[in-house]
């Protein structure tokens, strides 16, 4: 994923002109995403299905409450399935990930992640990947989809809509106009919960049951001099959460969402470390897409996501697993 253009948070005039010559290709970017939910014949899995997923293009913590929902599931013996496109990987799938055989070029670096809590299965073609995860399922199992809110060939049992700060400040336009994969009121009309992220507040106005969240870091590296680095959907989050933590960040270097490192930027950013005396310091997502060998010489910021009222969020998430109500709330493409 290439970075975000810059007109798409800002409300200049040039800003407003900018989105105004892109809105054609919006409306027929829009017009695909329900031309293809009128044509869909979802897949309804045997396993209830939780999705994850935005409004918006980019990060907004749909992994790490992946990881948290497999956590409190796992709390009431229910086996979660991660089920994701693994974006970034060349892998078409269905695949069972398998950490020791493969790797983010092979699967992404979100499967990784998620391997380390559960098994994921991989496919670009959603209604595979949930079929296969639920042939694998034991009796008592949820399938966990990171992403794919917008996507149309699956029945979600359950539905959650993440809303951060950023969604709240965008231009308002659907790309390539502005930020937004589907206009939000569609988004929040299929949304059976809405999870805000961080400072979201109360950014939109639904009567769904809505829940307050924030990204924390866990046992985080003592605070020293850093140059940190990523290639995330949102790197400014990353860079403050680090400057909040106390450290000293001698430099802040964001590549592209995803962004496979060169060998040649590697060896910029060691020397540029080696030069001011600092260590280098990246996300766990980044960490998975490096070499082994520089691994070793990097450290990471382990982050979770930490949800208010969380007896309630379960109570929610169980009813709908031992319910397995079919959500038929399908539209857009993702």
Not at 156 to 169: E, F, M, P
Not at 241 to 255: H, K
Request: glycine share 8%; net charge neutral.
């Amino acid at each position: 994923m290439i970075s975000e253009p810059w007109f798409w948070r800002e409300k200049t005039p040039l800003a407003s002109f900018l989105s105004a010559v892109l809105s054609p290709l919006s409306s027929a970017y829009d017009f695909g995403q329900r031309w293809r939910a009128a044509r869909a014949k979802p897949f309804q899995a045997s396993t209830p299905v939780i999705c994850i997923g935005n409004a918006t293009l980019g990060g907004s913590g749909k992994t790490p409450c992946a990881i948290m929902i497999s956590a409190m599931l796992a709390e009431e013996d229910v086996s979660a399935i991660f089920q994701t496109r693994g974006y970034g990987g060349g892998a078409k799938g269905p695949l069972l990930v398998d950490p020791s055989l493969h790797d983010a070029s092979h699967v992404g670096d979100e499967a990784l992640l998620l391997a380390q809590h559960g098994p994921v299965w991989i496919a670009k073609d959603r209604a595979a990947g949930v079929r296969a995860a639920a042939q694998t399922a034991a009796h008592r199992s949820a399938i966990i989809m990171d992403d794919g809110y917008q996507n149309p060939t699956v029945v979600k049992t359950l539905s959650i809509l993440l809303v951060n700060q950023g969604d709240a400040v965008g231009n308002d336009k659907v790309f390539p106009a502005g930020p937004l994969r589907e206009p939000l009121a569609r988004a929040l009309e299929r949304a059976d919960l809405v999870i805000n992220v961080g400072d979201a507040g109360n950014a939109f106005e639904t009567d769904k049951p809505c829940f307050r969240a924030r990204i924390e870091p866990t046992n985080p590296p003592p605070p020293q001099k850093i140059i940190a680095f990523c290639g995330i959907g949102q790197p400014t989050r990353f860079f403050a959460l680090l400057e909040s933590l106390g450290f000293e960040t001698v430099n802040q270097v964001a590549f592209p969402d995803h962004h496979r490192f060169r060998d040649a930027e590697l060896r910029h950013l060691t020397r540029m470390a080696k030069k001011v005396g600092a260590t280098l310091l990246t996300t766990e997502k980044d960490y998975v897409r490096l070499p082994q060998d520089f691994q070793e010489n990097c450290l990471t910021l382990p982050i979770a996501m930490m949800i208010d009222d969380k007896s309630q969020f379960k109570a929610l998430l169980l009813n709908a697993i031992n319910d397995q109500a079919p959500a038929h709330k399908q539209n857009g493409a993702s």
